[in-house]
């Protein structure tokens, strides 16, 4: 079945440093890519997302870009910050269109020190 | 409405009570699903309605968890003889497809403690 491995966590940088959050996955097809994050109190909300190889989902200095070869999404930003701070998720959609369900990793707690 | 509500926000219960969790998706989001994520865990899928198509009812961890939904409207999530296992964030999301991908507005979940 499909399935989606984060690297484990947590993670603590500095303010302005370099962020890389590791992400692969096991699907059958071709599946959507996605980065949700949570931020403390607040619900799931999407990051970025990438729907076929080679895509790259981009937003709030975020990106991660879609390796078919290597069967991964990783996250990256050049410079976090403190607001930064949350748990990211990585997911897949396992089908189609509207009929489809998405499959987390376990995800992620950033901290972001100033 | 503008997003996704959930209620109750937080419930505490004895352990063998029954208990009804809401979900009140956006409106003319047609799909609408049910995850479970656990303190120090990933989000773990329920179940799955998409318009009139029968539910994936895959990830339902026992039958003392049912989950219904009228039309495209509410959905309920009901546990039936609540364990302390079931502790966890019940967590709503309806999805719109969008730009070739099906994207999952979550609402801010409800809080079940099993005593």
């Known amino acids: 079945g499909n399935s989606v491995t984060q690297m484990e966590g947590p993670v603590t940088l500095s303010e302005e440093a370099f962020l890389t959050i590791n992400c692969t996955y096991t699907?059958?097809?071709?599946?959507?890519l996605f980065w949700y994050v949570q931020y403390p109190g607040e619900g799931l909300q999407l990051l970025l997302k990438a729907t076929k190889a080679d895509d790259k989902g981009s937003n709030k200095g975020f990106e991660a870009t879609y390796r078919k070869e290597t069967t991964s999404f990783h996250l990256e930003k050049g410079s976090v910050q403190v607001s930064d701070s949350a748990v990211y998720f990585c997911a897949l959609s396992d089908g189609t269109g509207a009929n489809s369900k998405l499959t987390f990793g376990k995800g992620i707690t950033l901290s972001v020190r100033p | 409405g503008a997003g996704v509500s959930q209620s109750p926000s937080n419930k505490v219960t004895e352990k063998g009570k029954d208990v009804e969790l809401r979900c009140d998706p956006i409106?003319?989001?047609?799909?609408l699903y049910w995850y479970r994520q656990r303190l120090g865990q990933g989000l773990e899928f329920l179940i799955y309605f998409q318009g009139n198509s029968a539910p994936d009812k895959s990830g339902l961890p026992s039958d003392r968890f049912s989950a219904e939904r009228t039309g495209e409207s509410v959905s309920t999530l009901t546990i039936q003889r609540t364990q302390q296992e079931d502790s966890a964030v019940y967590l709503c999301a309806s999805s719109l497809f969008d730009s070739g991908a099906n994207v999952l507005t979550f609402g801010a979940g409800s809080r079940l403690t099993v005593l």
């Open positions: 409106s003319g989001h047609t799909a």
């Open positions: 699907a059958t097809g071709y599946p959507s």
